[in-house]
């Protein structure tokens, strides 16, 4: 048999060339091979390495409990406040304290797993989230609640990115691993709120935040199963924990926001914030039009559920289909799906069978881009930067979904809501052409195995 030619990347290598036979041995520590043989496209994928499942349901664990906080807290903390007798206004302030220091600490925060170790930091974090909802009860002051929210939703946050870092180092972004952490996350979503929300009609106050802190305190033994040498495989050792390291540092995200040199981390940054300001228009002004034009809120209810269960069996789905499709081409087409489906909300007249169409099919794409997002990011950095590359995704996430429903706000105040859709998905359609155009010229990206 003739030789032939390949073309392979190693870690920390690229452009390596060696000339073997078909039935060769790859070269160790190889990521992607890829050759030509007759003028034809030969690909090889490494074999999968299986990760325990007990390391797994860990990590599921400790994704499910913390991910659902943010709509468990939507539920207990709103209806907490409510009981103050405050301003609407003073509710969103509230509301919304929940995500302000995630928005700023996210790139430190995944710094700090980087240097202190994933695991550490997510058992810290995660004593922090089971603690703070038992101190909500005695806050009757507008600005403790303010301080509350921000803490507790930082220590929910932190161990979320903790879970998606460990998808990467440990579960080596494997598309099927991080699909069915995913899917563990939207079970969690909705089943936590009507339990919380049950717990609040039975047990009033201290019963609703006592299954909060219960819920977070399942998490915390998800992320105390998790082996150290496992959550810490392939890392720089650690070094003892000093004040220092608890502070933010210039640097840290200068370092952050270079990873984005990288282009399938670029791709990651453009697809997140396409798809976050979509998924901001669905909580907002999605709800808003569907009420003007006479649907009940339970029929709305009923959408959004359809959504939910759709987006759950996208992410089952998705390593099958990231075997199929190119893992950057998959995202790629899910996203500017999921704007069409957004985008044409108005082109469907109201008809109640179309919409639930449209957004079960809108959910389906949800579900697939999101363990694509984790995926394609863990497999893209090394090990010792995984906490940083989440912490740049959670930034770019919270800085989009923030700035979205605003935009979109000042574009219906101009045209009305009904045409404010329609020019908001062209927007973001332009984009994902654009983003289309970036994967088609880019090398490195939608072309050897991901």
């Known amino acids: 048999m003739p030789a032939a030619s390949w073309t392979v990347r190693v870690r920390g ?31 090889a994928e490494p074999a999968r390495e299986h990760v325990p499942v007990g390391a797994q349901a860990a990590i599921y664990g400790a994704g499910l409990f913390s991910f659902s906080q943010v709509m468990i807290s939507g539920v207990v903390v709103a209806l907490f406040v409510v009981e103050l007798q405050v301003s609407a206004f003073t509710i969103g302030i509230v509301l919304g304290a929940r995500h302000f220091l995630t928005l700023i ?3 430190h925060g995944g710094v700090m ?7 550490r930091v997510m ?110 495989a392939g890392a720089r050792p650690r070094a003892p924990v000093r004040l220092a390291d608890l502070v933010p540092r210039f640097g840290d995200y200068v370092s952050a926001f270079s990873l984005a040199a990288i282009p399938a981390v670029a791709l990651v940054l453009y697809v997140t914030m396409i798809r976050v300001g979509g998924t901001g228009i669905q909580n907002s002004f999605y709800v808003v039009y569907l009420d003007q034009i006479g649907i009940s809120g339970s029929a709305i209810g009923l959408l959004l559920g359809v959504s939910g269960a759709c987006a759950s069996v996208g992410s ?12 950057h081409w998959l995202i790629v087409f899910v996203v500017i799906l999921s704007v069409v489906t957004i985008g044409i909300t108005p082109w469907l007249f109201g008809l109640y069978f179309l919409l639930m169409f449209v957004i079960g099919l809108r959910g389906l794409c949800l579900g697939i881009s999101q363990p694509l997002e984790i995926s394609v ?30 935009v979109m706000g000042g574009v219906a105040e101009l045209v009305g809501i009904e045409n404010s859709f329609l020019v908001m998905g062209a927007v973001m359609m332009a984009l994902m052409m654009a983003i289309a155009l970036f994967v088609h010229r880019q090398p490195n990206l939608g072309r050897d195995l991901s």
């Not at 452009?15 to 034809?40: D, E, I, N």
């Not at 797993?113 to 695991?119: E, F, P, Q």
């Not at 717990?199 to 915390?220: K, N, P, Q, V, Y």
């Not at 998705?318 to 075997?323: E, H, I, S």
């Open 13 to 43: 290598f690229q452009g390596m060339s060696f000339t073997g036979r078909a039935a060769g041995v790859w070269p160790a520590g190889a990521v992607h091979a890829s050759g030509r043989k007759g003028g034809l496209q030969i690909m």
């Open 105 to 107: 600490l996210s790139i």
């Open 113 to 119: 797993m980087d240097r202190l170790g994933t695991r």
């Open 123 to 232: 058992i810290a974090c995660a004593v922090a989230s089971t603690l703070t909802p038992l101190l909500f009860p005695f806050a009757q002051w507008v600005a403790v609640l303010v301080a509350l929210q921000m803490m507790a939703g930082l220590a929910d946050a932190m161990v979320w990115m903790g879970a998606q870092a460990l998808s990467g180092s440990v579960m080596k972004g494997n598309p099927t691993y991080v699909g069915r952490m995913t899917f563990a996350c939207r079970i969690g979503s909705f089943v936590g709120p009507m339990a919380a929300g049950a717990a609040w009609d039975l047990a009033g106050l201290w019963g609703a935040f006592g299954f909060m802190a219960a819920w977070s305190a399942l998490g915390l033994v998800s992320v105390l199963r998790i082996a150290a040498d496992e959550s810490e």
């Open 316 to 327: 089952l789905a998705v390593g099958r289909l990231a075997r199929m499709i190119h893992s």
């Open 377 to 406: 990011l863990g497999r893209a950095i090394g090990a010792d930067s995984q906490g940083k590359g989440v912490g740049l995704r959670t930034t770019a996430n919270r800085v989009t979904g923030t700035l979205v429903p605003v």
